[in-house]
Nanobody, 120 residues
Framework: QLQASGGGLVQAGASLRLSCAASGRTFSSYAMGWFRQAPGKEREFVATIRTGTYYADSVKGRFTISRDDAKNTVYLQMNSLKPEDTAVYYC??????????????????WGQGTLVTVSS
């Protein structure tokens, strides 16, 4: 029900925009988050949005999360990419409406992931 896209191979300093399209239901009342998992590392929080937005310190000022509820789509604009941003990026829906959190265990529907590779 969540389809992530937009990943790819870019050089350091470049930009990418990830998209996450939701189908089957409306998620406008739910926070939507982006998480990422690098090889050999645990899944980590990147950003989340409901009415407000929250970011991991490592991406603050470089990444912007947004949503278009009319299109049931969430975006992650990633600028000034660094090699350490290399990971599989996942979008996810919060399990409870009208709330928001950074903990991946609070999210119940997950997209399949899209790979972002940043070369130095």
């Amino acid at each position: 029900q969540l389809q992530a896209s937009g990943g790819g191979l870019v050089q350091a300093g470049a930009s990418l925009r990830l998209s996450c399209a939701a189908s089957g239901r409306t998620f406008s009342s739910y926070a939507m988050g982006w998480f990422r998992q690098a090889p050999g590392k645990e899944r980590e929080f990147v950003a989340t949005i409901r009415t407000g937005t929250y970011y991991a310190d490592s991406v603050k000022g470089r990444f912007t999360i947004s949503r278009d509820d009319a299109k049931n789509t969430v975006y992650l604009q990633m600028n000034s990419l660094k090699p350490e941003d290399t990971a599989v990026y996942y979008c996810a829906k919060h399990r409870s409406p009208y709330t928001i959190s950074r903990d991946h265990s609070d999210y119940d529907y997950w997209g399949q992931g899209t790979l972002v590779t940043v070369s130095s």
